[in-house]
């Protein structure tokens, strides 16, 4: 719709994490550990250590029909945080597992809602072009990135349905994202960065090296804004 989300997130803070058990399917952790029990509904990478990755948050969303929602709270302590930059950046050790379970949500501007907005400002032009005023989006930065490492960023499973990938910034990818093809319907990809940087700048030689978004036959995908 070419229209930039709302920027006036309250600052919620940055305090570390107190080891108090995060809720389901949170990521609190930039690591790329695997989960330690897929199925049992709690997100951790060892026993009692209440360390969330994307990679386990994945795993198990894809296990419980009832754990849909990926959400992120990584506090600014987190190895993967860069001061300097205002992000935190999740690299990927090996190729997440494809999202399989109906109903998924990977929501990145959760990060900003739960910690604050630590990479402030838009990127794009914005105001209008041609006789017709057409508008010229602008898009918010997002506060995480996924460095591929030659990896997927994401993999959709073709049977997947009901699936949203939002706000964030993918890229040293492989594909940023794929869409296997199969019979899954509904599957949105929106807010996102896939290319480039979380601050838009261009990445140089750790760009996506296939392609952006890649939809195999026969296989659906919304891309919007």
């Known amino acids: 719709d070419g229209e930039a989300r709302d920027a006036t997130q309250p600052d919620i803070g940055a305090d570390e994490f107190t080891g108090t058990p995060p809720a389901p399917l949170?990521?609190?952790?930039?690591?790329?550990?695997?989960?330690f029990s897929p199925g049992d509904g709690v997100c951790e990478t060892a026993a009692g250590?209440?360390?969330?990755?994307?990679?386990a948050a994945v795993q198990e969303g894809n296990f419980s029909a009832g754990l849909d929602d990926i959400e992120f709270s990584i506090p600014t302590t987190d190895s993967g945080y860069s001061a300097v930059d205002g992000w935190w950046t999740i690299s990927l050790t090996s190729?997440?597992?494809?999202?399989?379970?109906?109903?998924?949500?990977?929501?990145?501007?959760?990060?900003t809602a739960n910690r604050g907005d630590t990479n402030p400002g838009l990127v794009g032009t914005g105001g209008t072009v041609g006789v017709d005023a057409e508008p010229l989006p602008q898009?918010?930065?997002?506060?995480?990135?996924?460095?591929?490492?030659?990896?997927?960023?994401f993999a959709l499973a073709g049977s997947a349905t009901d699936i949203l990938i939002e706000g964030l910034s993918i890229y040293d990818g492989d594909n940023g994202i794929l869409a296997r093809g199969g019979?899954?319907?509904?599957?949105?990809?929106?807010?996102?960065?896939?290319?480039?940087?979380?601050?838009?700048?261009?990445?140089?030689?750790?760009?996506?090296?296939a392609q952006g978004i890649r939809v195999d036959s026969p296989a659906s995908l919304t891309v919007t804004s």
């Open 139 to 153: 898009y918010e930065r997002p506060e995480i990135a996924i460095d591929a490492n030659g990896f997927d960023g």
């Open 49 to 55: 250590n209440h360390l969330c990755t994307l990679r």
């Open 95 to 111: 190729a997440l597992p494809d999202v399989t379970d109906n109903g998924l949500q990977i929501l990145g501007l959760t990060q």
């Open 183 to 209: 019979a899954g319907t509904n599957r949105t990809v929106r807010y996102m960065f896939i290319g480039p940087l979380p601050d838009g700048s261009d990445p140089g030689a750790d760009r996506n090296q």
């Open 26 to 35: 949170t990521v609190n952790s930039t690591g790329d550990g695997w989960d």
